[in-house]
């Protein structure tokens, strides 16, 4: 069992440039998110989705598109990336939204540096 | 809106000292409160949770119970280990994703 699986693990952009980071989840959990984490400000949300075909905008979702085609991927795009976009990417999936208390799985992160 | 405050550290204790990581937090409604706990280089692993006012999270020797009436999940351990040597994460969540505190980085001396 994989669980949530990031790819890649570490990428550096030229500031303008355009990716996609990876997220896939083998739980069939309906529930995918995608956060970021900078020094002092703890993880912050940039977007999630309740379902495929559904996506909504977290805390922080300028300068990120997102996409949930099947249950089991969800791709974070910058389609121009800048320096401030430099942090750790992480994704997390959850059966029950944290409801029920099974909390979130979350991926190994991916490690973004814009120049 | 959601927000958790957690006291941000770093803590450093000695090995097997009591260990006690504060966090308050807003919300709307009746959150789920989880503690995570990340290791150098590595995600988030699911520490402990608790679903409803007065329920107790328990794992590894860490304990939480969820205080409605102080709006607390408090995380405590008996005797830390240098092994706990980490970030550990307080967060909360309505539905619509998990809110975060700062986060608090224990360093375990031996």
């Keep these: 069992n994989a669980g949530v699986t990031q790819t890649p693990k570490f990428q550096v952009l030229k500031t303008g440039q355009s990716m996609t980071l990876q997220c896939a989840q083998d739980m069939n959990h309906e529930y995918m998110s995608w956060y970021r984490q900078d020094p002092g400000m703890g993880l912050r949300l940039i977007h999630y989705s309740v379902g495929a075909g559904i996506t909504d905008q977290g805390e922080v979702p300028n300068g990120y598109n997102v996409s949930r085609s099947t249950t089991e991927d969800f791709p974070l795009r910058l389609l121009s990336a800048a320096p401030s976009q430099t942090s750790v990417y992480f994704c997390a999936s959850s059966p029950d939204r944290g409801r029920g208390g099974y909390g979130y799985t979350f991926g190994s992160g991916t490690r973004l540096t814009v120049v | ?110």
Aim: aromatic share 12%.
């Design chain 2, 1 to 110: 809106g959601n927000s958790v405050t957690q006291m941000e550290g770093p803590v450093t204790l000695s090995e097997e000292a009591f260990l006690t990581i504060n966090c308050t937090y807003t919300a709307t409604g009746y959150p789920s409160l989880f503690w995570y706990v990340q290791y150098p280089g590595e995600g988030l692993q699911l520490l402990l949770k608790a679903t409803k006012a007065d329920d107790k999270g328990s794992n590894k020797g860490f304990e939480a119970t969820y205080r409605k009436e102080t709006t607390s999940f408090h995380l405590e351990k008996g005797s830390v280990q240098v092994s706990d040597s980490a970030v550990y994460f307080c967060a909360l969540s309505n539905g619509d994703g998990l809110t975060f505190g700062k986060g608090t980085h224990l360093i375990i001396q031996p």
